[in-house]
């Protein structure tokens, strides 16, 4: 009676221990790689020729492991020619590690970058914050301009032994846009009086005083002005026309979400589309251990049921 009560026990034990390792192990590789989320602040929203500003990047992680940062990029484009290079654009990226002022290199299609002479790390589920300096030059184009960021461009994903793990799950493009103010031009000199070109000031009618409007003075009503239709918008500021006053506009957020996980923004932002390392990991196969263990399992509490029904059946056995 003991051995078969040791074997039960035995039947039972390795049929937990086989369900767990193919029920766990999927759930485990099921968590990912994660993701991160970046923020942009400090872009005003007009910038005169000759002036600039300073961007901040806050790249936050929600990956478990070491994010080795190899390259950091952004684009600037000009509204007028989204796929080119604007002209009379300056960038310089502040060394995370350094802190000193580095000129950046240029790419095609308005892209700008730098690689550190060591690679930045992101602790597990850690934040960096860096820093790139934008001076449009006096011939820098007026209009609309968009800067746009992935955060990091290069980068090693790492384990606590060092080892590569692959990819992101996913990553966020934040944008921010800003736009050059056309240059003054020269003041205009008022011309004589008596000229084509002269303001007659109020003229008199027949029969109405001077500076009185013909309708007032026949008694009919004054037509209110037609009011103007408000300027469409399109997102981005557009340049301002000759006459028309400048508005303040309100500064982009600065603030990154302190739990990125649980921000309802992350959502929106992040790539709907698993990364390629979270790919190796079909769900289907993880359906399969499930449906494995669960029956291993019932096979197991059979087996050992069967064997106690037996011992009942022939105690002498």
Same mark, same amino acid.
Request: hydrophobic share 40%; proline share 12%.
């Given at each position: ?122 602790? *597990?589920?850690?934040?960096? $914050? ?6 449009? /030059? %006096? @011939? +820098? &184009? #007026? !209009? ?55 303001? *007659?000031?109020?003229?008199? $009618? ?6 009185? /409007? %013909? @309708? +007032? &003075? #026949? !008694? ?55 990364? *390629? ?13 499930? @449906? ?26």
């Amino acid at each position: 009676m003991a051995r078969r009560v040791i074997r039960t026990a035995a039947v039972l034990l390795g049929s937990l221990l086989f369900a767990g390792f193919w029920t766990v192990a999927p759930a485990a590789a099921a968590q990912g790689t994660g993701t991160i989320v970046t923020s942009i602040g400090g872009v005003p929203a007009k910038v005169a020729p000759g002036d600039g500003f300073t961007a901040t990047f806050t790249v936050v992680s929600t990956s478990r492991y070491r994010l080795l940062v190899r390259t950091l990029a952004l684009t600037l484009t000009h509204d007028a020619a989204p796929d080119a290079a604007p002209d009379g654009l300056a960038v310089q990226w502040q060394d995370p590690a350094t802190g000193a002022w580095q000129d950046s290199d240029t790419h095609g299609a308005g892209a700008w970058a730098f690689s550190p002479a060591e690679p930045v790390v992101i602790a *597990p589920r850690g934040t960096l $914050t860096y820093r790139a300096r934008v001076t449009l /030059e %006096p @011939a +820098a &184009a #007026s !209009g609309a301009y968009l800067l746009e960021t992935d955060g990091v461009a290069a980068y090693t994903l790492v384990d606590g032994t060092g080892r590569d793990v692959g990819l992101l799950d996913g990553h966020n493009r934040p944008q921010a846009g800003f736009r050059c103010l056309s240059a003054p031009g020269p003041s205009g000199t008022p011309a004589p009086t008596g000229s084509a070109g002269a303001d *007659p000031g109020p003229s008199a $009618t027949a029969g109405v005083p001077a500076g009185t /409007e %013909p @309708a +007032a &003075a #026949s !008694g009919l009503p004054i037509p209110a002005p037609p009011s103007e239709p408000p300027a469409p918008s399109f997102g981005i500021a557009l340049a301002l026309s000759p006459g028309e006053e400048e508005t303040p506009d309100p500064e982009p957020a600065t603030t990154a979400p302190s739990d990125p996980s649980r921000s309802p923004v992350v959502a929106a932002a992040l790539d709907t589309g698993p990364g *390629p390392y979270a790919a190796a990991q079909p769900r289907t196969a993880s359906t399969l251990r499930l @449906a494995f263990g669960v029956t291993a399992i019932v096979v197991g509490f059979a087996m050992g049921t069967a064997l106690l029904v037996r011992r009942h059946a022939h105690p002498d056995a």
